[in-house]
């Protein structure tokens, strides 16, 4: 590397991963010029290998119930306060389900995660996925995950009994930027929701959309957030404009920005697990497998909850190829 500041702490982070680095280490990383960014991305490839999950994994989701949320986040299709002409239809059957599971078993995907629309379920809905979770454990090799807004200790509980293992659930953005992205709910119940998942003894999944607007230094506060609440799992999503919402005119994240977001949070997370998940397409393009060496060590493949995702198995080839140049 030729920058001795990333070089040195490459080797800190690496010896002593728990410790990590500080807030203000982080905030100078992320003010590093673009002419830096392939030692950035060096660094970050040396510390995944060293601190994070050797196993890659691929997560996919079904979107379980569609439109018509309470909620007013700026970005989100499916906020009944924008029209987007998204569809809209109730909770799916078990059996829905339990179908795109086994489709999505055959492909060898590792993680399947039902995703619902609203602040909330209510108890009979918990109920039908609860179910479904124990018939996608019985008949496929996945891990089974949910995300379905607020949950109740009772209801977290359910889910984990029936065989769910990790709980989704997103923060969206930095504390200090949230009131700009959603007003409906406090920053707050989202943390709580994170708490409640995990003492009922789900593994928490919880990252950020990039590209809302916000900061650099609001980046790394998200990400220490995260770091604050020992989130083992962080989904990455990059914004993807969608007409007929408050943010259908903001930029795009350019691809050495989306790249050294990547790399950030895996110097401040060394040992999670980094996911690439929505938006990564229009803003990647054509460095979409770059975000394994800028840290990532998991990717959200098919389609997503609005929009679709690239071709399955070009993203597979993807992940061979990337597999095979680390020797997997």
């Not at 980046?219 to 993807?240: C, G, H, M, Q, Y």
Request: net charge negative; with cysteine.
């Amino acid at each position: 590397m030729r920058n001795p500041f990333i070089a040195d702490l490459t080797t800190h982070v690496i010896a002593d991963p728990a410790a990590g680095i500080s807030e203000e280490t982080a905030l100078r990383l992320a003010a590093l010029p673009d002419t830096d960014l392939p030692d950035l991305i060096a660094g970050a490839h040396a510390v995944t290998a060293a601190c994070a999950s050797g196993d890659f994994f691929t997560c996919t989701i079904i979107n379980a119930k569609s439109g018509r949320c309470s909620q007013d986040c700026a970005f989100c299709a499916q906020s009944a306060r924008h029209d987007t002409g998204v569809a809209t239809y109730p909770l799916l059957s078990k059996a829905e389900m339990v179908a795109r599971a086994l489709e999505m078993d055959r492909v060898n995907a590792t993680h399947f995660s039902m995703v619902t629309s609203g602040p909330r379920l209510n108890d009979d809905e918990i109920d039908i996925i609860a179910d479904a979770a124990a018939d996608i454990r019985a008949k496929t090799t996945l891990s089974v995950c949910c995300s379905l807004g607020m949950i109740t200790a009772r209801q977290a509980e359910k889910l984990h009994d029936s065989g769910v293992t990790r709980y989704h659930h997103n923060l969206e953005t930095a504390r200090s930027f949230f009131p700009e992205i959603c007003t409906t709910h406090d920053y707050d119940e989202d943390i709580e929701t994170l708490k409640t998942a995990a003492a009922a003894g789900l593994s928490a999944c919880s990252g950020g959309i990039m590209g809302l607007g916000e900061s650099w230094p609001q980046r790394v506060e998200l990400a220490f957030t995260l770091k604050s609440l020992n989130v083992p799992r962080v989904p990455i999503n990059f914004l993807n404009p969608i007409p007929g919402t408050r943010l259908a005119n903001r930029p795009l994240l350019s691809p050495l920005d989306a790249l050294k977001s990547i790399a950030l949070f895996r110097f401040i997370l060394p040992a999670a697990d980094i996911t690439i998940c929505g938006g990564r397409e229009p803003t990647l393009k054509d460095f979409q497998s770059w975000v394994f060496p800028a840290g990532a060590n998991g990717l959200m493949i098919g389609n997503y909850l609005t929009t679709r995702g690239r071709d399955l198995a070009a993203d597979l080839e993807m992940i061979l190829s990337w597999r095979g140049l680390r020797g997997q």
